[in-house]
Every structure is written in structure tokens, then in C-alpha cells.
């Protein structure tokens, strides 16, 4: 048997890739992050980590005890749900960013309302400033954004790197400016690659100025330019862009759940460990 506090523990590290990080999020003392760890690995009799000073990486068996740790506690859940014959019901607000919501995420919110059939889901897909703005203002109950690295609050479900990505084939002439697909502004990504364009002093042009994700995909696949994408969120048909090619690189950003303090915090709660369970929603 493996503890659940053992199994939190370890899908906060392997989702943060970060002991110091880990504890923040579970807030708790970083020593018990790492006392939990060891227990976990010596029950199991794997190494799960590779860590030295500066970097921590799953293992081949840590992947797989990612994805047992995931249904474990999941199972847990559905358990307690279910003894507890839970009344979850009322109205629950949702946003998630226009990428997010290609990826399986649908399909999590769907087993969620099948779990919880009396809670009604009201679902906004809008760029992440937006959806700040609104859970803010108290016109969202829970959204999924992405956010800067340095910002702190809600739940983290994964760190990922920015990168640039185009059509198989594409060619960079880093002799002429860097033509952008890009999002109408305010857009976290937007910001991220021209600033990082200044600072490598390498001019660009707006080759495309779209509000939604679609657009994006589209225009890059049209040669309009070079779009920016966590990693994990690039779409089937493009291609990531090496560091070869001369481009700055574009440093990480959190996928994060942020929910609103002032409501009803049951179904808000019960959706954000529905998600956290599940991994993270992406293909």
C-alpha cells in the first residue's frame, strides 16, 4: 500500500520538477518533501528521481508511478464520493484558455459532470489576461490559465517551456525580421516573445494579429509566421523550432487553477482534483 500523502507529495514534485516548489504548493516544510520521497521510493524499491543540485527528472519508473500515483488517488476519491453519498449541486463557472480547451480537458469536465450531475458547468474560453480579470471581479468560479513563473496562488498542474513553432519545413532567415503570429493584446505569450526578441536585439514584424487559437494554428500553417506555444499545447501539425535556428529562447510559463475565494467552494474543489487527478489535460 502507498500512503496518499506519499502520492501527493510525489505528483507535486514530478509536475513542478521542484522539491522547494513541491513544498510551497503542499505547504509544508521541504525535509518532509523529501522524507515523503524516500518512503515512496523505498516502498516501492525504485529510484523515481534523478535530482543533483539543479535539476530534478523523473525516471522511467517515476513516469509510471506518475500515472499509477494518478488513478490511485483518483480511485481514492471516487471512493469517498461514494460513501459519502456526496450532494455536491449549484452552479459552477469555468474558464480555461482557448488552447487548453483542444486538448482532452473536455473530456474531464464531461466525466466530472457525469460524477456530479447536479452541479450545472458554465463554460468561458477566453485568453488567460481575461479569464484573470474575471475570476477577480468574481465572474468566475475556477479558471485554467496559463501565467508567469514568478507569480504565486492556486494549483500548479504543470511548468512548461515556451517555444517557437511553424509548419514542417519552415525556414528562418535571421538576416530579416522575425515574422509573429500572435494574439490581440493583452496575451502572456504575445509579451514574452517580443520582449525576448528586444533583449537578443532582433527585429520583427506582426505578420498576423488573431483573438483565438484557431487563428493561430491557421496562419503559421499559411506561412504568416512563427507562432509561440508551450510545448506540451503545439498542435499536431507544426513542428517545434530548434534553439539552432537562432531564435532567443522564450523560458517557462505555469499552467495553473485558480479559483474564486468568495464562493461555494465544494464543486470548485472537487473539479480542481478532478483535473489534478487526471494529470495534465493535454494530448
Same mark, same amino acid.
Given at each position: 500500500?502507498y500512503?496518499?500523502?506519499?502520492?501527493? !507529495?510525489f505528483l507535486?514534485v514530478?509536475?513542478? @520538477?521542484s522539491?522547494?516548489? *513541491?513544498?510551497e @504548493?503542499?505547504?509544508?516544510?521541504?525535509?518532509t518533501?523529501?522524507q515523503?520521497?524516500?518512503? @515512496?521510493e523505498?516502498?516501492v524499491?525504485?529510484?523515481?528521481?534523478?535530482?543533483?543540485?539543479r %535539476?530534478v527528472r523523473?525516471?522511467?519508473?517515476g513516469?509510471?508511478?506518475?500515472?499509477?500515483?494518478? %488513478?490511485? @488517488?483518483a480511485a481514492?476519491?471516487?471512493a469517498?464520493?461514494?460513501?459519502?453519498?456526496?450532494?455536491?449541486?449549484g452552479?459552477?463557472?469555468?474558464?480555461?484558455?482557448?488552447?487548453?480547451a483542444? $486538448?482532452p480537458l473536455?473530456?474531464?469536465?464531461?466525466?466530472?459532470?457525469q460524477?456530479?450531475?447536479r /452541479?450545472?458547468l458554465d463554460?468561458?474560453?477566453?485568453?488567460?489576461?481575461?479569464?484573470?480579470?474575471?475570476?477577480e471581479?468574481?465572474?468566475?468560479?475556477?479558471v485554467f490559465?496559463k501565467r508567469?513563473?514568478?507569480e504565486?496562488?492556486g494549483?500548479?498542474v504543470r511548468r512548461?517551456?515556451l517555444?517557437w513553432?511553424?509548419?514542417?519545413?519552415?525556414?528562418f532567415?535571421?538576416?530579416?525580421?522575425?515574422?509573429?503570429? /500572435?494574439?490581440?493584446?493583452?496575451s502572456?505569450?504575445r509579451?514574452?516573445?517580443i520582449?525576448a526578441?528586444?533583449? *537578443?536585439?532582433?527585429?520583427y514584424?506582426v505578420?498576423?494579429?488573431?483573438?483565438?487559437?484557431?487563428? /493561430?494554428i491557421?496562419?503559421?500553417?499559411?506561412g504568416?509566421?512563427?507562432g509561440?506555444?508551450?510545448r506540451s499545447?503545439?498542435?499536431?501539425e507544426? /513542428?517545434?523550432?530548434?534553439a539552432?535556428?537562432?531564435?532567443? !529562447?522564450?523560458?517557462?510559463?505555469?499552467?495553473?487553477?485558480?479559483?474564486?475565494?468568495h464562493?461555494d467552494?465544494?464543486?470548485?474543489?472537487?473539479?480542481?482534483q *478532478?483535473?489534478?487527478?487526471?494529470?495534465?489535460? $493535454?494530448?
Amino acid at each position: 500500500m502507498y500512503p496518499p500523502e506519499l502520492l501527493r !507529495t510525489f505528483l507535486a514534485v514530478a509536475q513542478s @520538477l521542484s522539491f522547494t516548489r *513541491a513544498a510551497e @504548493l503542499l505547504e509544508i516544510r521541504q525535509p518532509t518533501v523529501s522524507q515523503h520521497i524516500r518512503r @515512496l521510493e523505498e516502498a516501492v524499491g525504485r529510484t523515481l528521481f534523478v535530482r543533483d543540485t539543479r %535539476t530534478v527528472r523523473l525516471t522511467a519508473d517515476g513516469e509510471a508511478m506518475a500515472r499509477f500515483a494518478r %488513478t490511485i @488517488l483518483a480511485a481514492q476519491e471516487q471512493a469517498v464520493d461514494y460513501f459519502n453519498g456526496s450532494g455536491l449541486a449549484g452552479r459552477l463557472r469555468v474558464g480555461v484558455t482557448d488552447d487548453l480547451a483542444l $486538448t482532452p480537458l473536455p473530456k474531464i469536465l464531461r466525466q466530472f459532470r457525469q460524477a456530479y450531475p447536479r /452541479v450545472d458547468l458554465d463554460l468561458t474560453v477566453a485568453q488567460s489576461p481575461s479569464l484573470h480579470r474575471r475570476i477577480e471581479s468574481g465572474h468566475l468560479d475556477v479558471v485554467f490559465v496559463k501565467r508567469g513563473v514568478k507569480e504565486r496562488g492556486g494549483q500548479l498542474v504543470r511548468r512548461d517551456r515556451l517555444v517557437w513553432a511553424g509548419p514542417e519545413g519552415v525556414r528562418f532567415d535571421p538576416a530579416q525580421p522575425v515574422p509573429l503570429v /500572435v494574439y490581440q493584446a493583452p496575451s502572456l505569450t504575445r509579451t514574452i516573445g517580443i520582449e525576448a526578441l528586444g533583449k *537578443a536585439d532582433m527585429a520583427y514584424r506582426v505578420g498576423c494579429t488573431v483573438r483565438g487559437v484557431n487563428g /493561430v494554428i491557421a496562419a503559421v500553417r499559411a506561412g504568416l509566421g512563427l507562432g509561440i506555444f508551450a510545448r506540451s499545447l503545439i498542435p499536431e501539425e507544426l /513542428v517545434e523550432l530548434s534553439a539552432g535556428v537562432g531564435l532567443p !529562447t522564450l523560458g517557462e510559463i505555469d499552467l495553473v487553477l485558480l479559483t474564486n475565494p468568495h464562493v461555494d467552494s465544494a464543486p470548485a474543489d472537487a473539479l480542481v482534483q *478532478a483535473i489534478l487527478a487526471s494529470g495534465h489535460p $493535454t494530448r
